[in-house]
Every structure is written in structure tokens, then in C-alpha cells.
């Protein structure tokens, strides 16, 4: 008899990530502390790349890409996970935790695909850069922004298509905070096999592609930075292409130790702490990395601020 694919549970419990009493208040005030600075600094970069006529250039197109993929992801997980701090059950519906899901999903797979599209563009711009306004075009730079986002729907919409059709009565208690593809396979009282597997395939692609294409974009960039003549050229190569590298290092290296693994072998709670990194603090430190380390945003971030100075002694 065919089975039929309906829920039973019409809520979830989200746990968070400790049940400590004590930890529950510092914890609340770190990640909101964490969540505004994420905001403010995202946005701010948007704000800066759009009004900045000096980084009307492809790497700052896809660097304001990726501050709204950012800023997106944190405002899909955080406010909800900072009312597991102040509440004593911290309910979330069926169709919201669905929901959550769901662009949670989109925005990750987009950032892993948008940091590989910035690779590609440090390695166009170092080892050819009186071409790459040529190859680097507004056309390519819009077409590899939509093809990012779209890998991004299509992996989401997957997922969640296979994900509603599994039944869940086991419990209503979700060892995470926030609602994520295996803490939710925990609860099935049904076959996950094709989630599992989708899970394993998606992830291999979604992973193991982009960290390729950074990889061998790298490889490309430190053997052009090594023909460069002026210590100055490589220093200042090196220095763009650094803040790149920190951001990837800590993005791909917690997300691959969540995913690229069976849920048979992977503990949640070990995945709670590596999710920390990929959907909260990497949002956080990406503005941080590119504003601190980039000599043209500080430039930038200067003048803007001198204005807005000079503006004020007018008025």
C-alpha cells in the first residue's frame, strides 16, 4: 500500500545550543552583539559599493553579492535562535521551520558558489590584468551572479521537496538552533535514504566544486604573484588575495565537517559548533576581512566619512 506522506507533528521545539541556565543571558547579549555588528557591517559595505565610484569594479559588484547573501543568511537564523535564550521553549512551526530551511539552504549554497566566483575574479585580475575589464565584464559579472543564486534555488527547492515528504512522529524536539536538514532527518519515522543521499550529492557538488575552483584559481594567482617584479606588486597582490583566503578557510572547512559525511557518523552537537561558524560568525568576520585588509575600501570608507563630516559643519 502506498504510503501517505503527511506530518503529524504541527510544531517543532528548537533546543539551541545549550541548555545551561546560566550561559542562556551572556549568550543572548554575544550573539545580538554578533547579529548587529553582522548588519550594520553588511550593509554598510553595500552601502559604501554602491556610492563609492572607486570600487565600481567587478570584484566590488560580487564582494556587495556576497554582503547581501551575509546579511541575509544571519537575519534568517539569528533572530530566532536568540529567542531560545529568553524563552523557556523556543516553539517554531511546522511551515516556518520549512521556510527557514529553505533559505537558509539557498543562501549557503550561494555563498559557496560566490566565494568561487570571486576567486576566479583575483585570479583574472592578477594573472591578467590589462584584459580583465574585458573578461570581467558587467555582462559576465551578472551572468555569474544569477548563475550562483540560481544553483542556490534549484539546491533549496530540492531539498525541500524531498524533505516535505517525510513523515515526522518520532518527536518534536530539535536538537539544533535552527531548523537544518540533518537535525530534522533525526526525527523521521520514515525512509531518509533519498535525503541522505541528495544530501551527500548536493554537498559534494556544492562543496567540493567551489573549493576546486578556489583551489586551482589560488594555485594560478601565487604563480602569477611569484613573475611580478616590484616587491610593492606582490605585496599588495598578496594582500588582496589574503582576506579571500582567511574568509574561505573558515566557510568551507565548518561546512564540509557538517555535510560531507553520513549522519550515522556525524554527531550534532559537534554540528551545532561547526554551524556556529558557517552561519554566524563567517557573515560576521567577511566585511570585517575585506574592509580591514582592503586598502580601497578604507580609502573609500575615509572620504565617505569626510563628507558626511564636512556636511555636518555646513549644517
Not at 93 to 113: D, N
Not at 144 to 167: D, E, K, N, P, Q
Not at 275 to 287: A, D, G, K, Q, R
Request: charged share 10%; aromatic share 12%; net charge neutral.
Amino acid at each position: 500500500m502506498e504510503e501517505i506522506n503527511q506530518t503529524s507533528v504541527a510544531e517543532f521545539i528548537l533546543t539551541g545550543l545549550t541548555d545551561n541556565t546560566e550561559l542562556q543571558f551572556p549568550l543572548f547579549l554575544i550573539f545580538l552583539t554578533v547579529y548587529l555588528v553582522t548588519v550594520v557591517g553588511n550593509l554598510g559595505m553595500i552601502i559604501l559599493i554602491l556610492i563609492s565610484s572607486q570600487l565600481h569594479t567587478p570584484m566590488y559588484y560580487l564582494l556587495s553579492s556576497l554582503s547581501f547573501i551575509d546579511c541575509c543568511q544571519s537575519t534568517v537564523i539569528i533572530p530566532k535562535m536568540l529567542l531560545s535564550f529568553v524563552t523557556e521553549t523556543n516553539v517554531i512551526l511546522y511551515p516556518e521551520c520549512i521556510t527557514q530551511f529553505y533559505f537558509f539552504c539557498a543562501f549557503a549554497v550561494s555563498e559557496c558558489h560566490m566565494l568561487a566566483a570571486m576567486a576566479y575574479d583575483r585570479y583574472v585580475a592578477i594573472s591578467n590584468p590589462l584584459l580583465y575589464n574585458v573578461t570581467m565584464s558587467y555582462q559576465v559579472c551578472s551572468s555569474m551572479v544569477a548563475v550562483v543564486y540560481s544553483i542556490g534555488l534549484i539546491s533549496a527547492t530540492t531539498h525541500t521537496i524531498f524533505l516535505l515528504r517525510v513523515l515526522f512522529c518520532k518527536s518534536d524536539i530539535i536538537n539544533h538552533y535552527f531548523c537544518d536538514l540533518f537535525p530534522l532527518l533525526e526525527l523521521s519515522c520514515s525512509s531518509t535514504y533519498i535525503n541522505e543521499v541528495l544530501a551527500l550529492s548536493f554537498s559534494a557538488f556544492n562543496v567540493i566544486v567551489p573549493a576546486m575552483t578556489i583551489l586551482s584559481s589560488y594555485v594560478f594567482i601565487i604563480v602569477s604573484i611569484l613573475h611580478i617584479q616590484s616587491t610593492g606588486g606582490r605585496v599588495k597582490a598578496f594582500s588582496t588575495s589574503s582576506s579571500h583566503i582567511m574568509a574561505v578557510a573558515v566557510f568551507f572547512g565548518s561546512i564540509a565537517f557538517m555535510y560531507l559525511q553520513p549522519s550515522s557518523v556525524s554527531s550534532i552537537d559537534q554540528g551545532k559548533v561547526s554551524s556556529v561558524f558557517y552561519t554566524i560568525v563567517v557573515p560576521m568576520l567577511n566585511p570585517l576581512i575585506y574592509s580591514l585588509r582592503n586598502k580601497d575600501v578604507r580609502v573609500s570608507l575615509k572620504k565617505l566619512l569626510q563628507k558626511i563630516s564636512f556636511l555636518k559643519t555646513k549644517i
